[in-house]
T-cell receptor, first 115, second 109 residues
Framework: DSGVTQTPKHLITATGQRVTLRCSPR?????VYWYQQSLDQGLQFLIQ???????AKGNILERFSAQQFPDLHSELNLSSLELGDSALYFC??????????????FGQGTRLTVV | GQNIDQPTEMTATEGAIVQINCTYQ??????LFWYQQHAGEAPTFLSY????GLEEKGRFSSFLSRSKGYSYLLLKELQMKDSASYLC??????????FGAGTTVTVRA
């Protein structure tokens, strides 16, 4: 158990709908990352938050948005869903502090299926 | 941005050694990580290099050359359970963590 919790584990929804994926980081971790992994693809970096502020953005679609709340949990919102959005969405967290070996720990992922 | 390249697939025999290479281009290099991922599961951390040289952890070793933008992961005494995807990840400025596409290693009996 990495200590990173993602809910829900599975989600099936129709095209055009909107969903929210939730991530609770490990205790003490300030940085949260979101990744998308389509079938047989690598991890595509979407967005990163640090202590409530957006730090880095990857190839995140305009239909997607995210935020990190004061209690450090994060949500990824996906709207106007398309079939191609079906993927595993991973959240990871790290301490992200200078001088500390801050590997990222991954949650178990949310498998999103758009039908 | 980051450019991270690693081979797509490698096959090796049980008990053998396999070396997975990773080359990268990035600004503000702040560490290189190797992760293992079994299909449909979360990536799990294997090793970390921030200075040049070799880091050894049991059957796994990782090497880094920052001047060459090069790393490798060495898997020794391969076991069937080592069949998985191995991901090279580069951490850059602001702790952004980007991943390569992964190398699928298949271990044959």
């Amino acid at each position: 158990d990495s200590g990173v919790t993602q809910t829900p584990k599975h989600l099936i929804t129709a095209t055009g709908q909107r969903v929210t994926l939730r991530c609770s980081p490990r205790s003490g971790d300030l940085s949260v990352y979101w990744y998308q992994q389509s079938l047989d693809q690598g991890l595509q970096f979407l967005i990163q938050y640090y202590n409530g502020e957006e730090r880095a953005k990857g190839n995140i679609l305009e239909r997607f948005s995210a935020q990190q709340f004061p209690d450090l949990h994060s949500e990824l919102n996906l709207s106007s869903l398309e079939l191609g959005d079906s993927a595993l969405y991973f959240c990871a967290s790290s301490v992200a502090r200078t001088g500390v070996n801050t590997e990222a720990f991954f949650g178990q992922g949310t498998r999103l299926t758009v039908v | 941005g980051q450019n991270i390249d690693q081979p797509t697939e490698m096959t090796a025999t049980e008990g053998a050694i396999v070396q997975i290479n990773c080359t990268y281009q990035t600004s503000g290099f702040n560490g290189l990580f190797w992760y293992q991922q079994h299909a449909g599961e979360a990536p799990t951390f294997l090793s970390y290099n921030v200075l040049d040289g070799l880091e050894e952890k049991g059957r796994f070793s990782s090497f880094l050359s920052r001047s060459k933008g090069y790393s490798y992961l060495l898997l020794k005494e391969l076991q069937m359970k080592d069949s998985a995807s191995y991901l090279c990840a580069v951490r850059s400025r602001w702790y952004k963590l980007s991943f390569g596409a992964g190398t699928t290693v298949t271990v044959r009996a």
